[in-house]
């Protein structure tokens, strides 16, 4: 998702703004199949998602709103890239993590064709799997769905600094992974995007084609996404948005390297209207445009959690799943008032010129997709709540106030670390200054070779160990390799 996939930053807000606001979830349909929303609701939604661009210097969007088994609202705001080319609904946008909602559904695919069971190990299809690490041995096609293999985050981003493209380049990243100690027991939660690129090659093995192959020809297709792609070149091909970050401020178009070994969890492209077909095909029990792709039993696996990271939230399959609670509706019947809490799924994206997100309420039947091609690895929850803040109006409050949920270290340790850099170069240009005026005039430099060292080293090693101190702390607080981060 920064290139930091996996949307780890922002988990925490995201959770706090669904507590806080109570939002409703959105989804996608056939184009052809919804009368739209009512005027005044969708120009209330454009002025909106314009508002909130400029406030968070975003250069295009593209935002699909769903109800029932049709779109109700679709359209692309600002530009798909430097030249100025207007976004689209169809226009193909980096989906960071929100490929993982994408990359469950072929893994049931899969379960349904009978070639991979939920509850078997993967050393069954891939026999030297735990040779390596024996704590990898039992870990099963379930845990990694629900990320309880036990990897950590940094595990599952080392390869981001790999753009190895040949063919074996999924069976490549799985054995480093197989070689990778696991920092938590089997069972134990944590989000690590090494899950998703093991079930993408759980795929290719059980189904004998390239998983690139395989997600457009048995889910793609199916779903009617005739502007999603799992190649960078034919993602290209098709106008994909162009990425920015804004560098201290400043939007400069920045390419995020392409992992073709990590598209599983991270590198699949989609345009909103694509993702709305998705979204449509949750909300209607594994169906779309008449196809059943899934099972509703099979669905029901992707929608029910495998594990809680805390008492209040837990991960299904590629989809977070959030109690409402301030959407809550007091039931005053009976002797005992009872509140009824909607349930949202979800999934957000990050990499760092990309910020995306799905949201789903399934009772309501609403959905929604919002994607940007700009992110800030700073207070990249700032990107992620524009699709809250449109559900909320869809049940008709008003959008709250878009807030930074981050650790503030990591909101300015960039910044800081900079000046600290700047301020070590201004001191060694004083040093230099100084030394040369010594030279020119030896009676006003301090007597003695080490007097001269001893004025002018320690300042400098201070500042070398509060540069270095900033960069340690950047370092742990990201939770990423520095091969990544740098």
Request: glycine share 10%; proline share 6%; charged share 20%.
């Amino acid at each position: 998702s920064d290139q930091f996939t996996g949307g780890v930053v922002v988990r925490a807000g995201i959770r706090a703004v669904l507590l806080a606001i109570g939002c409703a979830v959105l989804t996608t349909a056939p184009i052809v199949a919804a009368e739209p929303l009512d005027p005044e609701l969708a120009d209330a939604i454009r002025d909106y998602t314009r508002r909130e661009m400029d406030s968070l210097g975003v250069p295009g969007a593209a935002v699909v709103v769903v109800h029932g088994d049709g779109i109700v609202f679709a359209e692309g705001f600002g530009r798909a890239d430097a030249d100025g080319r207007e976004v689209t609904p169809t226009t193909p946008f980096d989906l960071a993590s929100v490929s993982k909602s994408l990359t469950a559904i072929a893994v049931m695919r899969q379960v349904e064709a009978g070639a991979l069971e939920l509850d078997a190990p993967v050393r069954r299809y891939l026999p030297w799997f735990g040779d390596e690490q024996p704590a990898l041995a039992e870990v099963t096609v379930s845990d990694l769905l629900g990320h309880q293999s036990g990897w950590s985050v940094g595990d599952g981003q080392a390869n981001l600094a790999d753009s190895y493209d040949g063919a074996d380049a999924f069976e490549r990243n799985v054995h480093r992974l197989a070689s990778t100690e696991p920092t938590y027991a089997r069972g134990t939660f944590e989000y690590s995007n090494a899950n998703y690129d093991v079930l993408a090659h759980l795929v290719e093995v059980s189904s004998g084609v390239p998983f690139a192959e395989y997600i457009e020809t048995r889910v793609f297709e199916p779903l009617d996404m005739r502007h999603s792609h799992a190649t960078e070149s034919s993602a290209d091909a098709d106008g994909m948005a162009q990425g920015f970050y804004p560098f201290f401020g400043i939007r400069v178009p920045y390419e995020v390297p392409y992992i073709p070994g990590g598209i599983g969890s991270g590198f699949l492209s989609a345009s909103a209207e694509d993702l709305g077909h998705a979204l449509i095909f949750h909300l209607n029990g594994g169906s779309y445009g008449g196809a059943q792709v899934l099972s509703p039993e099979s669905l029901d696996v992707l929608h029910r959690p495998i594990s809680h990271p805390d008492p209040s939230s837990g991960y299904a399959g590629g989809l977070w799943v959030y109690p409402l609670w301030s959407a809550g509706a007091l039931n005053a019947e009976g002797d005992r008032p009872e509140y009824r809490v909607p349930v949202v799924l979800e999934h957000g994206g990050d990499h760092a010129s990309a910020a995306t997100a799905i949201l789903l309420l399934p009772e309501e039947r609403w959905g929604v997709a919002v994607l940007f091609n700009i992110n800030d690895g700073a207070a990249p929850s700032r990107y992620h709540q524009l699709h809250y803040g449109i559900a909320t109006m869809l049940l008709g409050g008003e959008a709250p106030e878009t807030v930074a949920y981050e650790d503030p270290v990591l909101q300015y340790i960039r910044t800081i670390v900079v000046a600290v850099i700047l301020l070590q170069l201004v001191g060694i240009a004083w040093a230099i200054r100084r030394l040369r005026r010594w030279r020119r005039s030896p009676d006003s430099a301090p007597r003695g070779r080490g007097a001269i060292v001893g004025h002018l080293i320690p300042a400098l090693a201070l500042d070398v160990a509060v540069t270095a101190a900033f960069v340690w702390l950047y370092l742990d607080r990201s939770e990423a390799p520095f091969e990544v981060l740098a």
